[in-house]
């Protein structure tokens, strides 16, 4: 059973406007969530994080917000840029986990038009 | 700084042959990751060294798959004998040691088709 989701597995934005992400997740020990991003050909990169004891969390054009209640969060790029096309990964942490094991989505696939 | 580099990018095998994966770490790197992805699918973990020693092979599909890492350095992935299922891309990824901050570098993948 997947424990991260990404519902949508494309999104598709014009050049300057808002993208936003969504991933949900059903493991109430997850206790840390980031958000990789992927080009064609290469591995995933990271790119933002949040705790769960924080609800929001900001790096330049990347915004990413956790619900806890909902089990729920989202990564807000603001604006969006061509350079922003890639697929998108949710990941999570176990509290407890013995090592550094992340649980990913099944990745959302942004297309930034120009 | 070299990245996480593995090798081959691209196998392509029969079902029932052997093929084995190499994985070399950002130096200094303790810690160790193997993910795969399939299908276009989540990338899933597979296991983690700390060093030379597997800290967690939860992932670990079967006992076709065997990973080793000699001395803390480099990691192999060994998948004997191969079936169709074990088709996707086998990513690599590591992190030095210490405090949590959930970032792995991850290596570009090796694309292992079974035939």
């Known amino acids: 059973d997947q424990q991260v989701k990404q519902n949508s597995p494309s999104l598709s934005v014009q050049e300057g406007r808002i993208s936003i992400l969504n991933c949900d997740y059903t493991n109430s020990m997850f206790d840390y969530f980031l958000w990789y991003k992927k080009y064609p050909a290469e591995g995933p990169t990271f790119l933002i994080s949040?705790?769960?004891?924080?609800d929001k969390n900001e790096d330049g054009r990347f915004t990413v917000f956790l619900n806890k209640s909902a089990k729920h969060l989202s990564l807000h790029i603001v604006p969006s840029q061509p350079g922003d096309s890639a697929v998108y990964f949710c990941?999570?942490?176990?509290?407890?986990?013995?090592?550094?094991?992340?649980?990913f989505g099944g990745g959302t696939r942004l297309m930034v038009k120009p | 700084e070299a990245g996480v580099t593995q090798f081959p990018s691209h196998s392509v095998i029969e079902k029932g042959q052997t093929v084995t994966l190499r994985c070399d770490p950002i130096s200094g790197h303790d810690n160790l990751y193997w993910y795969r992805r399939v299908m276009g699918k989540e990338i899933k973990f597979l296991l983690h060294?700390?060093?030379?020693?597997?800290?967690?092979e939860s992932g670990m599909p079967n006992n076709r798959f065997l990973a080793e890492r000699t001395g803390g350095t480099y990691s192999t992935l060994k998948v004997q004998p191969a079936e169709l299922e074990d088709s996707g891309v086998y990513f690599c990824?590591?992190?030095?040691?210490?405090?949590?901050?959930?970032?792995?570098?991850f290596g570009e993948g090796s694309r292992l088709t079974v035939l």
């Open positions: 060294f700390v060093k030379e020693s597997k800290q967690d």
């Open positions: 990941a999570a942490r176990s509290l407890g986990s013995a090592g550094n094991m992340l649980t």
């Open positions: 949040i705790s769960s004891i924080k």
């Open positions: 990824a590591s992190s030095p040691r210490g405090g949590f901050t959930g970032e792995l570098f």
